[in-house]
């Protein structure tokens, strides 16, 4: 595949889970290539199972279903492919958590890849001090002292050193205030106007509408509604009345709220409650 060239992800019919028991029940999703697609979910829908699976890390199991990476010219099926490999062709990760080196300092994250420093590269370290002038003013600090925003930044300037064509983001505004929350949806803009295809995984409403072009709901690991940003309610607690009245293109079942309670295709009720603290600004 070409160098720089952004890619598009294909997944369908995705089925993963844990020691044999089903967590995602075939999942399709479409981003085409420099777009930001949005998964917005609560607790335990399955956000950081897919984004797993989709990096080929972690536990999770893939029982089923296809991946597939697009640069415009080549698509390749990844299903089967180790994280490393995934990587190489352009995937990039930044985990829940952040995940950030407590102990190392930022100027040594930046040196922990080879070639780092090469200003040829699309993201060097040259470029990122400008990307994030917060962090190239704490250059010689410990992560461990840096703020929740700061180490998100760290590990998002992180996961740009591997030079990824397709970023995948795991709840990346988790536990920062609303204006830090902000500039991280700043952030993913601009990375998307870069060129940088963007999966995020969040329960924030207000971070899926501010920088998504699409936004999907996982529900107990279905695909419940897909809806434009700008269709997204303005709280979490209404997201399955609004889910409900959409129909769900592509596979999976016609509409979320089709079901009775209790059916596996039912919006988790548990959702809005948690969403809504993510999503609080
Ligand atoms: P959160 O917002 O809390 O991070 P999530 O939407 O990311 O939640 P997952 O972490 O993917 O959800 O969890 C989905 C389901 O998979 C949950 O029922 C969880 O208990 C289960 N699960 C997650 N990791 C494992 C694991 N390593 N082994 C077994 N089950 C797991």
Not at 25 to 38: E, Y
């Amino acid at each position: 595949m070409t160098a720089h060239r952004s890619l598009s992800l294909q997944v369908a019919g995705l089925h993963a889970g844990y020691h044999g028991g089903t967590v995602l029940h075939g999942i399709d999703l479409d981003l085409p290539a420099g777009t930001v697609h949005a998964v917005i979910g609560a607790n335990g829908a399955g956000k950081t199972t897919l984004i797993h699976t989709l990096a080929g890390i972690g536990h999770a199991e893939q029982s089923s279903g296809r991946i597939q990476l697009g640069d415009g010219q080549s698509t390749l099926d990844v299903s089967a492919w180790p994280a490393h490999r995934r990587a190489r062709a352009g995937l990039g990760l930044v985990p829940q958590g952040r995940r950030v080196f407590a102990t190392l300092t930022v100027a040594e994250h930046f040196t922990l890849l080879p070639h780092a420093t090469d200003p040829a590269r699309t993201w060097s370290v040259e470029r990122l001090v400008t990307v994030f002038p917060q962090l190239a003013r704490r250059l010689s600090s410990q992560a461990r002292h840096l703020s929740g925003g700061e180490q998100q930044m760290l590990a998002i300037a992180r996961a740009l050193l591997t030079q990824p064509r397709l970023l995948l983001l795991d709840e990346p505004t988790e536990g920062l205030s609303p204006p830090i929350a902000q500039r991280i949806g700043q952030i993913i803009g601009d990375l998307a106007a870069d060129g940088v295809t963007v999966l995020l995984a969040t329960p924030d409403l207000d971070l899926a509408r501010a920088v998504a072009d699409q936004v999907s709901v996982l529900t107990a690991g279905r695909i419940t509604a897909r809806f434009d940003p700008a269709a997204l309610p303005a709280a979490a607690h209404q997201v399955p009345a609004a889910a409900a009245a959409l129909p769900l293109t592509g596979h999976g079942p016609a509409t979320a709220g089709a079901h009775p309670p209790g059916h596996p295709d039912t919006p988790d009720p548990a959702w809005p409650a948690h969403c809504d603290e993510g999503a609080r600004r």
